[in-house]
């Protein structure tokens, strides 16, 4: 008896458009499925395809039924929102390729394939009426497709990404996508080069999570909705990536309008997880260690008008230690204030950051901005004993040296600054004689051990090229956690192995079976 799945359309993501098949195996699979559509059309007396419309139809089955497969591999709850309506296909639309301006889905034949796929119980479909609606149409992979997936051997390392897809996109100011502006002062095509040759390496890397199978349903709870860490989104609209494995893509988004605003790097699973399981990331087999650029924002504020950056950026003289990651989210909200609000007055309506009563109001969703702004304030001045508005005040005069960049929306500009910095990082790391994988986090990056100390010097080597000045670079010491009962001096027995090995093999089978998936069509990772 198949498996009842819940249903819960909130529980989704937007469809993909630039897959590909990741070898001859997972399209002679897809194959199987056109022919069936194929048939179905000559049984309904149409006409048969011309070539050429028959490589269009295939080319989206294969997007089609690889998106379906992601999400299948990655969360079986998980819906795919898409959309049926004409602007969405057109010049200007979410499926328009600005870069070739050429459409990357024909409204036409996407629909027809659903809806094909769907009517033979290969989809479940929820359909949404025309007109504006809160959830746009949504779709599944149905038991009976997922049958077809396990018949063919297709799991997530089936699904690669279309080298031709654009990887460079600009949103305006309501964070819709739009036409590519004019370059200036910008390289498009080296951009693009270059984000094409870092995606191009990370299809070749072997990148798995070491974690349970009980960690990972938690990571899917968390991810899903039913937590507040899910549904974030950054300011330019990305929403938070999903547990997927066959993401391992990125795109430069930038914002504004404009090639000067944002351009950091979206779309790998791993800028998803909880910051708590990153340590648990692997790449090739090996395990993996994270850098990151201490104070970065304020680093490079500093650094552009030649001076060194506080030692305590985000912890203003007279406040305790613990206060720093709300003073880290303080000092972005100051940077990307707009300029009225350097009236003390309007103040009020900023919220404190990550505080939060112990118990949330029942209506808490349907609050408006203001009134949750009001109840996380004094959430924050039960804890520090001080209102929200000093830790603001006091930021304000810590940086003074910097006014100029506060209460003037300078967060488009770092972004763009920080964005170009992590990709000379990536590329540097490429050009090494051995090359190094890594994995990018906005200011951030995960490669494995061995290989952190070319990370280290790359990152210094960069930041003061493209700055000026120094930076200082924080280490991630975490490591595995030790298993209950470990005595570092104590003796290692034959058993104790066996038993760890088998213990390992029930509790992290996901773990175990994405291993397999890649050496079955890959061979060992190096």
Same mark, same amino acid.
């Given at each position: 008896?198949?498996?009842?799945?819940?249903?819960?359309?909130?529980?989704?993501?937007?469809?993909?458009?630039?897959?590909?098949?990741?070898?001859?195996?997972?399209?002679? $699979?897809?194959? !199987?499925?056109? /022919?069936?559509? *194929?048939?179905?059309?000559?049984?309904?007396?149409?006409? &048969? =395809?011309? %070539?050429?419309?028959?490589?269009?139809?295939?080319?989206?089955?294969?997007?089609?039924?690889?998106?379906?497969?992601?999400?299948?591999?990655?969360?079986?709850?998980?819906?795919?929102?898409?959309?049926?309506?004409?602007?969405?296909?057109?010049?200007?639309?979410?499926?328009?390729?600005?870069?070739?301006?050429?459409?990357?889905?024909?409204?036409?034949?996407?629909?027809?394939?659903?809806?094909?796929?769907?009517?033979?119980?290969?989809?479940? $479909?929820?359909? !949404?009426?025309? /007109?504006?609606? *809160?959830?746009?149409?949504?779709?599944?992979?149905?038991? &009976? =497709?997922? %049958?077809?997936?396990?018949?063919?051997?297709?799991?997530?390392?089936?699904?690669?990404?279309?080298?031709?897809?654009?990887?460079?996109?600009?949103?305006?100011?309501?964070?819709?996508?739009?036409?590519?502006?004019?370059?200036?002062?910008?390289?498009?095509?080296?951009?693009?080069?270059?984000?094409?040759?870092?995606?191009?390496?990370?299809?070749?890397?072997?990148?798995?999570?070491?974690?349970?199978?009980?960690?990972?349903?938690?990571?899917?709870?968390?991810?899903?909705?039913?937590?507040?860490?899910?549904?974030?989104?950054?300011?330019?609209?990305?929403? &938070?990536?999903?547990?997927?494995?066959?993401?391992?893509?990125?795109?430069?988004?930038?914002?504004?309008?404009?090639?000067?605003?944002?351009?950091?790097?979206?779309?790998?699973?791993?800028?998803?997880?909880?910051?708590?399981?990153?340590?648990?990331?692997?790449?090739?087999?090996?395990?993996?260690?994270?850098?990151?650029?201490?104070?970065?924002?304020?680093?490079?504020?500093?650094?552009?008008?030649?001076?060194?950056?506080?030692?305590?950026?985000?912890?203003?003289?007279?406040?305790?230690?613990?206060?720093?990651?709300?003073?880290?989210?303080?000092?972005?909200?100051?940077?990307?204030?707009?300029?009225?609000?350097?009236?003390?007055?309007?103040?009020?309506?900023?919220?404190?950051?990550?505080?939060?009563?112990?118990?949330?109001?029942?209506?808490?969703?349907?609050?408006?901005?203001?009134?949750?702004?009001?109840?996380?304030?004094?959430?924050?001045?039960?804890?520090?004993?001080?209102?929200?508005?000093?830790?603001?005040?006091?930021?304000?005069?810590?940086?003074?040296?910097?006014?100029?960049?506060?209460?003037?929306?300078?967060?488009?500009?770092?972004?763009?600054?920080?964005?170009?910095?992590?990709?000379?990082?990536?590329?540097?790391?490429?050009?090494?004689?051995?090359?190094?994988?890594?994995?990018?986090?906005?200011?951030?990056?995960?490669?494995?051990?061995?290989?952190?100390?070319?990370?280290?010097?790359?990152?210094?080597?960069?930041?003061?090229?493209?700055?000026?000045?120094?930076?200082?670079?924080?280490?991630?010491?975490?490591?595995?956690?030790?298993?209950?009962?470990?005595?570092?001096?104590?003796?290692?027995?034959?058993?104790?192995?066996?038993?760890?090995?088998?213990?390992?093999?029930?509790?992290?089978?996901?773990?175990?079976?994405?291993?397999?998936?890649?050496?079955?069509?890959?061979?060992?990772?190096?």
């Amino acid at each position: 008896m198949a498996e009842e799945i819940a249903v819960d359309l909130t529980n989704s993501r937007r469809n993909r458009v630039d897959l590909a098949p990741a070898n001859a195996a997972a399209r002679n $699979s897809i194959a !199987e499925l056109m /022919g069936e559509y *194929e048939a179905e059309r000559a049984a309904q007396g149409e006409n &048969r =395809l011309r %070539e050429v419309d028959r490589h269009t139809y295939f080319r989206q089955l294969c997007i089609l039924v690889l998106d379906l497969l992601s999400a299948w591999e990655g969360d079986r709850t998980k819906f795919i929102g898409y959309s049926r309506g004409k602007q969405n296909f057109i010049k200007g639309g979410s499926y328009w390729d600005h870069e070739t301006d050429t459409p990357l889905l024909s409204q036409h034949v996407y629909r027809t394939l659903v809806d094909f796929l769907a009517a033979n119980g290969y989809v479940e $479909s929820h359909i !949404e009426t025309p /007109g504006f609606k *809160e959830f746009s149409s949504r779709m599944r992979a149905s038991p &009976r =497709l997922a %049958e077809f997936f396990e018949r063919h051997e297709l799991s997530w390392v089936s699904v690669s990404f279309d080298p031709a897809a654009p990887v460079i996109v600009v949103k305006d100011e309501r964070k819709r996508l739009i036409p590519l502006p004019e370059p200036v002062n910008f390289d498009f095509d080296g951009a693009a080069a270059s984000l094409r040759r870092i995606n191009e390496n990370l299809q070749q890397s072997f990148i798995n999570l070491n974690v349970t199978d009980a960690e990972h349903d938690e990571i899917l709870a968390r991810l899903s909705g039913d937590q507040t860490s899910a549904g974030e989104h950054s300011e330019i609209g990305e929403p &938070r990536q999903p547990l997927e494995f066959a993401n391992r893509t990125l795109k430069r988004v930038f914002a504004n309008s404009s090639y000067e605003n944002g351009g950091r790097f979206y779309g790998g699973w791993w800028q998803g997880l909880p910051s708590e399981f990153r340590k648990f990331i692997e790449i090739d087999g090996f395990m993996t260690v994270e850098m990151d650029f201490t104070t970065m924002q304020p680093s490079m504020m500093y650094g552009l008008i030649g001076e060194p950056a506080p030692k305590n950026a985000y912890i203003p003289e007279g406040w305790p230690n613990e206060v720093r990651e709300i003073g880290k989210k303080a000092f972005m909200q100051l940077i990307n204030a707009k300029t009225v609000m350097q009236n003390e007055k309007r103040w009020r309506s900023s919220f404190a950051p990550n505080c939060f009563p112990d118990a949330l109001p029942a209506d808490w969703e349907n609050l408006s901005k203001n009134a949750k702004a009001r109840i996380q304030n004094t959430a924050f001045e039960e804890r520090f004993g001080r209102p929200y508005t000093d830790l603001l005040n006091d930021m304000v005069k810590l940086h003074g040296p910097i006014s100029e960049y506060l209460f003037s929306q300078a967060w488009g500009r770092m972004q763009r600054l920080d964005s170009d910095i992590a990709e000379r990082v990536l590329i540097r790391l490429l050009d090494n004689e051995v090359p190094v994988t890594a994995l990018p986090i906005h200011d951030s990056f995960i490669v494995r051990r061995g290989a952190e100390w070319d990370l280290f010097h790359t990152m210094h080597e960069v930041f003061e090229e493209v700055v000026g000045v120094p930076c200082d670079i924080r280490i991630d010491e975490a490591v595995y956690h030790r298993p209950e009962g470990y005595e570092p001096d104590g003796l290692v027995f034959g058993e104790d192995i066996h038993d760890a090995a088998k213990r390992s093999l029930i509790e992290k089978s996901r773990y175990h079976r994405r291993e397999s998936q890649w050496e079955r069509m890959n061979g060992p990772a190096d």
